[in-house]
């Protein structure tokens, strides 16, 4: 017989419910330990089966190398401008008349 006690907890006073339940506790760990190994051999076995087959190879794309000549050019957009300023004055007194170069020309 079973009763449950002030603390909470299913008590069993008839010692032959203690053995029936020992009992059915024992077989169900049992079932579970043949499963496990069960299982384990089953896997075990399809390992050494895949580890026997030899991998296929992986997929390759190949391509046709030809030779060509290639002159490489670049063209760009941009703006460029001197990092320093110079100014010219004479070394002379007077006032300059005539500049005999364009602005940008190599002097």
């Known amino acids: 017989m079973t009763s449950q006690g002030e603390d909470g907890k299913i008590q069993i006073r ?3 419910h203690k053995g029936r339940i020992i009992k059915i ?3 169900i ?3 579970v330990l043949i499963g496990f190994t069960a299982k384990n051999h ?3 076995d399809a390992a050494a ?3 026997n ?5 992986p997929a390759v ?3 046709t190398v030809t030779a060509k000549d290639l002159s490489p050019s670049r063209s760009f957009v941009g703006k460029v401008e001197a990092i320093q300023s110079v100014s010219l004055k004479p070394q002379v007194s007077g006032e300059i008349k ?5 602005e940008g020309s190599s002097v």
């Open 53 to 57: 087959t030899p991998p296929q190879a």
């Open 98 to 102: 005539k500049v005999n170069f364009k």
């Open 29 to 31: 760990a049992i079932i």
């Open 49 to 51: 089966k895949k580890a």
């Open 61 to 63: 794309i190949l391509y």
């Open 14 to 16: 008839n010692s032959q």
């Open 42 to 44: 089953f896997n075990s």
């Open 25 to 27: 506790f024992a077989v």
